[in-house]
């Protein structure tokens, strides 16, 4: 309790609040700002998990500010980390193909971005509390690019975007409305390169999404 605490006085500072009377209750809630490069500064010298303590750099997320569709992962692998771009490594290859000759739009038109900004340790799942901390400042970026179609690339990112549990093999390729837009979850590229078999399924799943466009 302490620890969630002292997480929310960070985040009051980061967004200038100086003080607020323990007896007074404030008139209004922080909000996070409505412009991608002043939010990738805050998110940049966040330090509210764990994870900053081992990332080596912020994986914010990138692409077009406009896009029509935002693809959404579960977080940095090794090379992200490295570079702090999103899906760069063997699966970012892989996703670049799918978006270019399934959808046939440059990977440059769409956005992509994760659950949270930093590599979990061993590219393992992030915890309930990494999730939960990281969340708004995608959901702040979901708001400003503002796009028709998310795709929520595997279970976890699937599961934070919904709060849903449904297995990802059998809610894949599903139109979920996500408040005025529409959530098409699918297999994660690196559950592709792990079973090369489940391509055909997601290259259905794409095409909906090309049709959605």
Request: proline share 8%; glycine share 6%.
């Amino acid at each position: 309790m302490q620890k969630a605490i002292i997480k929310q006085l960070y985040l009051l500072k980061w967004l200038g609040y100086e003080y607020m009377n323990p007896i007074t209750k404030p008139t209004q809630r922080p909000s996070l700002p409505d412009d991608l490069e002043a939010l990738r500064k805050i998110v940049s010298e966040c330090h509210l998990c764990d994870l900053a303590k081992t990332r080596k750099n912020v994986v914010f997320g990138e692409g077009n500010p406009n896009a029509r569709v935002m693809f959404i992962g579960e977080g940095p692998g090794a090379t992200e980390d490295e570079t702090g771009r999103p899906f760069v490594g063997r699966a970012g290859q892989l996703l670049t193909k799918m978006i270019e000759n399934v959808l046939e739009i440059p990977r440059s038109e769409v956005y992509i971005a994760n659950i949270v900004k930093c590599r979990p340790p061993g590219n393992r799942v992030p915890t309930p509390e990494e999730a939960q901390t990281c969340i708004p400042y995608l959901f702040k970026q979901i708001q400003i690019v503002d796009p028709k179609i998310l795709v929520a690339l595997g279970a976890t990112s699937y599961r934070w975007l919904t709060g849903d549990n449904t297995p990802i093999s059998k809610i894949r390729g599903e139109m979920v409305k996500f408040e005025d837009r529409i959530l098409i979850p699918t297999f994660h590229p690196s559950y592709l390169l792990r079973n090369p078999s489940k391509k055909k399924e997601v290259y259905h799943d794409l095409l909906k999404i090309k049709e959605l466009l």
